[in-house]
């Protein structure tokens, strides 16, 4: 079972940066898309973004294309979420997760598709 541990979350004001860290355990980092997602207080958890195993392409979800960027370090098990121009809205623990399927061909955005899930991570911006 994979270990995902997020980190650099915290409190920004609306229009600064963030990037936060996942680490993963395991030997097969490298063979699953990883994703990002976010719950806000009273709402569901909803898809962020998500990078392919071998970070050839990537997926935003609308209210953030333009503003985050995901990447990958396969060879420090690592995936990454720079976070620009953020405003309140973006206010909610990140969690990164796996896909539960190595070497998909495409990026699925769907939470069920993602088995393993790291504590989360709080990120607050203040208007």
């Known amino acids: 079972q994979v270990q995902l541990v997020e980190s650099g979350g915290g409190l920004v004001q609306a229009g600064g940066s963030l990037r936060l860290s996942c680490a993963a355990s395991?030997?097969?980092?490298?063979?699953?898309?990883m994703g990002w997602f976010r719950q806000a207080p009273g709402k569901e958890r909803e898809f962020v973004s998500a990078i392919k195993w071998n970070g050839r392409n990537t997926d935003y979800s609308d209210s953030v294309k333009g503003r985050f960027t995901i990447s990958r370090d396969n060879a420090k098990n690592m995936v990454f979420l720079q976070m620009n121009s953020l405003n309140p809205e973006d206010t909610a623990v990140y969690y990164c997760?796996?896909?539960?399927?190595?070497?998909?061909?495409?990026?699925?955005?769907?939470?069920?598709?993602?088995?393993?899930w790291g504590q989360g991570t709080q990120v607050t911006v203040s208007s």
């Open positions: 997760a796996r896909d539960r399927i190595d070497r998909r061909t495409a990026i699925t955005t769907t939470e069920v598709e993602y088995d393993s």
């Open positions: 395991g030997r097969t980092f490298s063979a699953y898309a």
